[in-house]
Nanobody
Framework: VQLQASGGGLVQAGGSLRLSCAAT????????GGWYRQAPGKERELVAR???????DYGDSVKGRFTISRDNAKNTIYLQMNSLRIEDTGVYFC?????????WGQGTLVTVSS
């Protein structure tokens, strides 16, 4: 299975971005999916998760601003990011939740400027 994250870019603080993660197989139908963030100099952290049944949960730093969703027909999960802050800067990865080592991809870089 390969996961391809996309949609990152440079955005001003307060702006929005929508990330996509396409899987080569329909793994998100039977496994929880997650978006992870690795900020410069910090460890990778889980910021959003969507369960098989659709329930979602978020890290405290993104709660109320980010929304994770899933399209099973497209084998894809999304991360809508609103009200972006400078501290949201980092490389965003998708994986299952809990993650599987073999599924880590390149991620997509999000840079939030002042």
């Amino acid at each position: 299975v390969q996961l391809q994250a996309s949609g990152g870019g440079l955005v001003q603080a307060g702006g929005s971005l929508r990330l996509s993660c396409a899987a080569t197989r329909n793994i998100f139908r039977v496994n929880a999916g997650g978006w992870y963030r690795q900020a410069p100099g910090k460890e990778r952290e889980l910021v959003a998760r969507i369960q098989v049944g659709g329930a979602t949960d978020y890290g405290d730093s993104v709660k109320g601003r980010f929304t994770i969703s899933r399209d099973n027909a497209k084998n894809t999960i999304y991360l809508q990011m609103n009200s972006l802050r400078i501290e949201d800067t980092g490389v965003y990865f998708c994986n299952l939740a809990p993650s599987r080592y073999a599924y880590w991809g390149q991620g997509t870089l999000v840079t939030v400027s002042s």
